[in-house]
T-cell receptor, first 118, second 116 residues
Framework: AQTVTQSQPEMSVQEAETVTLSCTYD???????LFWYKQPPSRQMILVIR??????QNATENRFSVNFQKAAKSFSLKISDSQLGDTAMYFC???????????????FGKGTKLSVKP | EAGVVQSPRYKIIEKKQPVAFWCNPI?????LYWYLQNLGQGPELLIR????????DSQLPKDRFSAERLKGVDSTLKIQPAELGDSAVYLC??????????????FGPGTRLTVL
């Protein structure tokens, strides 16, 4: 069974600074996808970034980037130039590849509460 | 493009009462998910539909929970009777398979249920 672990329940960062959120996962499969979702206090879950396990290049979306270490089963999220609107819960999630023959489901970590301070 | 729509946004009921939640997925998305999110936790899957078929309902407490997705579009999740421990946020998500081999899920705003 796959598991996702987020070891930082809460973090804070000053506006305009950089913060890194940690995520580790456990799987015996080779083909999968990893995601970071953001859930602001209004509750709507929003996709931030996704990474395909077969790609060595780390995904980047504007101020958001990941550090994907497949051998270490680590998938951290870096937020650069933090903004007040980045304040939210951040969830790391894992999903098996459909083409791997076993779709499985989206497995979430417990989340990290990020506060951006002015 | 309209996102996933859920209603109601909030619901307060007495224990032992029935309650129903409604979800309208993104147009064209054949897969629909219902998740349970307890306070301070990540979402946990209750049931997954591929079109009209429930392909994974292993985590759905079938003694009191039921779901349906008639015509493969809208879906309804029902609890009868509700218990105090059912107080949580119920999230709906939808997705469609891409050529990349996975289906990115898009979430609705959720329904916050409070059972008194």
């Amino acid at each position: 069974a796959q598991t996702v672990t987020q070891s930082q329940p809460e973090m804070s960062v000053q506006e305009a600074e950089t913060v890194t959120l940690s995520c580790t996962y456990d799987t015996s499969e080779n083909n999968y996808y990893l995601f970071w979702y953001k859930q602001p206090p209004s509750r709507q879950m929003i996709l931030v970034i996704r990474q395909e396990a077969y790609k060595q290049q780390n995904a980047t979306e504007n101020r958001f980037s990941v550090n994907f270490q497949k051998a270490a089963k680590s998938f951290s999220l870096k937020i650069s130039d933090s903004q007040l609107g980045d304040t939210a819960m951040y969830f790391c999630a894992f999903h098996l590849s459909i083409y791997g023959g076993s779709q499985g489901n989206l497995i979430f970590g417990k989340g990290t509460k990020l506060s951006v301070k002015p | 493009e309209a996102g996933v729509v859920q209603s109601p946004r909030y619901k307060i009921i007495e224990k032992k009462q029935p309650v129903a939640f409604w979800c309208n997925p993104i147009s064209g998305h054949n897969t629909l998910y219902w998740y349970l999110q307890n306070l301070g936790q990540g979402p946990e899957l209750l049931i997954r539909y591929e079109n009209e078929e429930a392909v994974d309902d292993s985590q759905l407490p079938k003694d009191r929970f039921s779901a349906e997705r008639l015509k493969g579009v809208d879906s309804t999740l029902k609890i009868q009777p509700a218990e105090l421990g059912d107080s949580a946020v119920y999230l709906c998500a939808s997705s469609t398979r891409t050529s990349g081999g996975t289906d990115t899920q898009y979430f609705g705003p959720g329904t916050r249920l409070t059972v008194l």
